[in-house]
Nanobody
Framework: QVQLVESGGGLVQPGGSLRLSCEAS????????IGWFRRAPGKEREVGSC????????NYADSVKGRFNISRDNGQKIMYLQMDNLKPGDTGVYYC?????????????????WGRGIQVTVSS
């Protein structure tokens, strides 16, 4: 049974950091593209970070470039999102996702597996 389970969310002050984790089971994560998406209040779910399985190529949305870092531990089957210098605009529900198609763009409609999402709130 395929499962993605996020953890590590919560409340953080502006300028702070959080690391999200996503444990994968039921499929070989090392061969799968991974991505992190965000649904901000009142907005659609958008991709923020994406990593290609075959060569590790990464892509980031302009809004998070230089502050967020996507990575994975294939042995432990966990993907991570390190978020630094967080801003109130980063508030939202964060979802991890994965797909067998090898790519670095992570189109929302093209991701086969999704986590349930976890809340991140950036506020003073």
């Amino acid at each position: 049974q395929v499962q993605l389970v996020e953890s590590g969310g919560g409340l953080v002050q502006p300028g702070g950091s959080l690391r999200l984790s996503c444990e994968a089971s039921g499929f070989p994560l090392r061969y799968y593209t991974i991505g992190w998406f965000r649904r901000a209040p009142g907005k659609e779910r958008e991709v923020g970070s994406c990593e290609k399985a075959s060569d590790g190529t990464t892509n980031y949305a302009d809004s998070v470039k230089g502050r967020f870092n996507i990575s994975r531990d294939n042995g432990q089957k966990i993907m991570y999102l390190q978020m630094d210098n967080l801003k109130p605009g980063d508030t939202g529900v964060y979802y991890c996702a994965s797909d067998a198609v090898d790519g670095s763009r992570c189109p929302r409609a093209g991701m086969a597996f999704w986590g349930r999402g976890i809340q991140v709130t950036v506020s003073s």
